[in-house]
């Protein structure tokens, strides 16, 4: 079945990167960012498609590698702030001292977070979820009736429909003062719909969803530099356990500065997302999106 070839592709890419950080120590951007496309997508498929599964087989799956995969996301937050750091400071002006020692600070703040991250990997829970993992890929084939692709065609094209109105009234219930929370429940929307459709495309070739992804993912763009920007300003609060300053330069003063020129950026981004907001619900652009994912 394409289901479980799918996630066991997942999987093995999930298991390479946690076996490599275990022998290393290290754990580049990329594999972190690689590591949890793999959970989510594969979470989000289980989950998804969980009739397909024994229920026995999903009696832990809310929970399963979530651990893991909030550690992974904590590290790829720091990450991602890092690379930024240098486009930020083209607003906030920090002289070149003030911006070594700011990023020498973040670097320790994701080395510890670094050690959090490979203890989730070595702990027990994280071996007993590969094991709930790799029991789901040995079960997804034995269900009958399900393991033929046009049912899984069928299932999924319900599901992209049910998913696509889920992710439009996200949108609409999205409003200029929306917090973080709704951008992230919006994000989430995007994602499981996202991950539906780019599945379903494998299982049917004949039909061009290429334009619907690309809008999705575009949503999905705008809403996650929002969010990236508020987790950001958060990121730049001085941390409790760390001087305001170090080697005679107020860190505290210099994160307080990127902070606003963070905040500064998030207005724009809002702006955009709002703009783009306006546009994905336009009635015509509306019924373009539903009309290809509802079409048997």
């Keep these: ?17 946690a076996l490599h950080v275990i022998a290393t120590g290290v754990a580049s951007a990329d594999e972190v960012h690689d590591f949890r496309v793999a959970l989510r997508r ?9 009739r397909l599964f024994p229920r026995r087989t999903l009696a832990h799956s809310r929970s399963f590698l979530r651990a893991s995969a909030l550690a992974a996301c904590r590290l790829r937050d720091l990450d991602v702030l890092l690379q ?7 607003l906030a002006v920090l002289d070149a001292s003030e911006l070594a020692v700011l990023r020498a600070s973040l670097t320790a703040q994701r080395g510890e977070q670094l050690d959090v991250f490979k ?4 702990s027990p829970a994280f071996a007993a979820d590969m094991k709930i993992w790799r029991r789901l890929l040995t079960t997804a084939d034995t269900v009958p009736r399900q393991e033929r692709n046009s049912d899984l065609a069928d299932m999924t094209r319900r599901r992209s429909c049910k998913l696509a109105r889920r992710l439009l009234r996200a949108l609409r219930a999205m409003t200029p003062a929306s917090g973080p929370q709704q951008l992230h429940a919006l994000r989430i929307a995007g994602k499981k719909f996202r991950y539906t459709v780019e ?9 061009d969803l290429g334009a619907i992804i690309g809008s999705v993912r575009k949503l999905q763009d705008l809403a996650g530099v929002c969010q990236d920007l508020h987790v950001h300003m958060g990121l730049l609060a001085p941390p409790p356990d760390r001087g305001e300053n170090t080697s005679g330069i107020p860190l505290a003063a210099a994160r307080d500065r990127l902070a606003a020129a963070v905040a500064r950026c998030l207005m724009v981004s809002r702006a955009d997302l709002f703009a783009y907001r306006h546009e994905f619900l336009a009635k015509k652009n509306r019924q373009d999106f539903l009309a290809p994912l509802c079409r048997r």
Aim: proline fraction near 0%; hydrophobic fraction near 40%; aromatic fraction near 8%.
């Design 119 to 122: 203890a989730c990997l070595r």
């Design 42 to 50: 594969s979470r989000a498929l289980a989950g998804g498609f969980k």
């Design 84 to 90: 930024r750091l240098d486009d930020y400071n083209s």
């Design 1 to 17: 079945m394409l289901l479980h070839t799918y996630l066991e592709g997942l999987e093995h890419a999930a298991s390479d990167i």
């Design 199 to 207: 599945f379903r495309q494998l299982l049917e070739e004949s039909v």
